[in-house]
Structure formats: structure tokens, C-alpha cells
């Protein structure tokens, strides 16, 4: 009876050991269900719809991790290489810098396809061994004093659209897209595309970008968005943050949260 109760005293002893250790949060295995804003397009080809199809319902376990950046501030910055936070200290400075003056419908626009645009770089063509991307327009510019220079009120709008889009990336026939946009105004008109309703090949490739035709021979150039355009769209015509993206990337791109995969 004795050993039976030191046994059961080790036990309980080792139990509590074990819940009053201190957890490193970037190693929690994290349940996720990987979702979609869309299912199926009427010309999606059959195994795409079958790997949409899969995607809308499928649910990943996987090690959650911060999602860092590497930027070189070349324009910006002392010409060091910053790693940030994807989401806390990279975006919202992304979009303060891109497209400061959005509605908001247009700033969760804008903070979709800024990251889509990071994590394009960082899978398929980083900058370099030492960092993902430059500072300016050569990628998308990372700009703090831009930031610095918005109200408080400002700064938090921008922070809950990347909040409220956390890790929302654009993907197309299992790649995720280089997610183009440019001001719009007179010098850049030419790149923006008019996508809205169009999917698989009837859509219109970026020249900013490697095209093809036909367009899915080149499945990471689904067009680009114009942010003068987008902010209209948002503001004279009340379109969604889905809808201004399906606008310009086309009807059948697939908006979903990244996984590890990725």
C-alpha cells in the first residue's frame, strides 16, 4: 500500500512538473481548418475543381510559427536587413506605404495582396541567400516614417484590415500568384487588369510580368490591380474586399489562409 501511494504521489508530482512548464508558442501544434471564399467556377477544369473542392474542406494540423520577412532597407532604412513579422510589423507599414488614403474595404485589398506578393518572394525568388525583398517599388515598399506620419486613427484601421485578413494569401492550379498592383494613374494604367468574371484562360496576364498564352502556362500571372481603381471600386461602387480582388485577378482565384506547406 505504501509503495502504491509513492508511486501514485510521483505521478501526481511529474503531472504537475509537466503543466507548469513554460510553452514556447512557435512550437505549438496548432489544429487549422484551411478555408476558401469560393468552391467552384463554372470553367474550372475538373481536377481543379476537385483540388478546389479539397481545399474548401480539408482541415491541416501543423507546427504554427511566426511568419518573418526579411527586407533589405535600402531606401528606407540603413541598408541593414530587417527581419520582421509578417503580420505585426511588416503589412501594416505595407500598406500605409502602398495606399495610405484606402477605404477600407480597399486596404483589406491592398493587405491580401501585399502578402501574397511577400510570400511569392520568399518561395519562388527571394532577392537574394540574405534577404526576401527590397524596401521600394522594385518589390513593394516598406516604408516606417510613412507609417509614423498617420493619425493613431489611421493606423489602427490599417492594422485590423491585416487583422481581420490574417494570413490570407491569393493562390491559383496549386501555386500561389505574384499578386501585381501598381497606382493606377497615367504611367502604370497599362499593367492594371480588368478581370472581373473571367477565369482560367479568358483572363488577362500583367504585362509587368512573364505571359503566356494560353494564361495557365503561366499560372503566377493573373493579372494586376490597380489601387486607384480598387479604391473607387470600394468607395463609389461598394464593392467588397472579394470582390475588388476577383476584379482584377479573375473570377476562379482561390483566396485562402497559407499553410505550412508554403
Avoid at 509513492?6 to 512550437?27: E, G, Q, Y
Avoid at 520568399?122 to 493619425?151: C, G, H, I, M
Wanted: proline residues 4%; negative net charge.
Amino acid at each position: 500500500m505504501v509503495k502504491k501511494i509513492l508511486l501514485l504521489a510521483s505521478i501526481l508530482i511529474l503531472v504537475v512538473a509537466a503543466c507548469s512548464c513554460a510553452v514556447d508558442p512557435t512550437t505549438l501544434t496548432t489544429v487549422v481548418t484551411k478555408t476558401t471564399w469560393t468552391t467552384k467556377t463554372a470553367t474550372t477544369t475538373q481536377t481543379e475543381t476537385a483540388t478546389i473542392t479539397e481545399t474548401a474542406t480539408v482541415t491541416e494540423t501543423f507546427i504554427a510559427t511566426a511568419i518573418t520577412i526579411k527586407v533589405k532597407t535600402s531606401q528606407h532604412g540603413d541598408g541593414t536587413v530587417a527581419t520582421l513579422d509578417m503580420e505585426s510589423e511588416y503589412l501594416p507599414v505595407v500598406v500605409a506605404s502602398e495606399n495610405p488614403e484606402a477605404p477600407y474595404e480597399s486596404f483589406k485589398a491592398q493587405a491580401i495582396a501585399a502578402r501574397t506578393f511577400a510570400f511569392f518572394k520568399k518561395v519562388y525568388e527571394p532577392r537574394s541567400t540574405l534577404f526576401d525583398v527590397y524596401d521600394y517599388e522594385t518589390d513593394q515598399v516598406y516604408d516606417p516614417a510613412r507609417w509614423d506620419n498617420l493619425t493613431p486613427q489611421k493606423q489602427e484601421e490599417i492594422r485590423r484590415a491585416v487583422r481581420e485578413t490574417n494570413g490570407i494569401i491569393l493562390r491559383y492550379a496549386n501555386v500561389i500568384v505574384c499578386s501585381c498592383y501598381v497606382s493606377g494613374k497615367p504611367s502604370t494604367a497599362q499593367y492594371v487588369t480588368y478581370n472581373e468574371g473571367k477565369s482560367g484562360n479568358d483572363i488577362t496576364q500583367t504585362t509587368l510580368l512573364n505571359h503566356s498564352y494560353p494564361p495557365s502556362r503561366t499560372p503566377h500571372n493573373r493579372g494586376c490591380m490597380g489601387q486607384i481603381q480598387a479604391n473607387a471600386l470600394a468607395a463609389e461602387q461598394g464593392y467588397t474586399c472579394e470582390q475588388i480582388i476577383r476584379y482584377f485577378y479573375g473570377e476562379d482565384i482561390i483566396i485562402e489562409k497559407y499553410s505550412a506547406y508554403y
